[in-house]
């Protein structure tokens, strides 16, 4: 098991669209566990395989406060839709932003767990905006590709900035 890097906005591989799991094997366990490590150690409640530089349809989650409640989704889907919530939504690849994001209140969920058995979940609140928010980073979307233009522009601006100052600091 080991922590990976989490990749940070703007990079451009956050935009990648995954690919569907197939093998259902010891190397998909292997990309669990480093998510799992690499979230609980963030820390965050979230992650897609894409933010470690995976591009597979691979998603875990934990809401609980006890942060003992892994939710695992291969290949997830969105079967059913209903209303609309607003909630604040923040990434871990992208620290230190946060905005209000309009989603779909009420989803039912079509995933596979890690030996590959599907299932379904009906999911509100914390859950339903998780999965949207997930299944998004699975289509190469972020969060901030909600905002206004005018916002995506600071926000993209600050985090080069910042990425230049780190440069000279290691430098
Ligand atoms: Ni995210």
Redesign the pocket.
Known sequence: MAIREILIYPDYRLKIKSESVTNFDKELEVLVKDMAETMYDAP?I???AI?IDVPKRVVIMDLSETKDALQVFINPEITELEGVTETE??????PGVVAMVERVAKVRIKAQDIKGQRFEVEADEMLSVCIQ??I??LNGK??VDYLSRLKQDRVRKNFIKEARLSETEAA
């Open positions: 965050g979230g992650l897609a933010q939504e923040g990434c871990l690849s992208v928010h997930e998004d980073h972020l969060f």
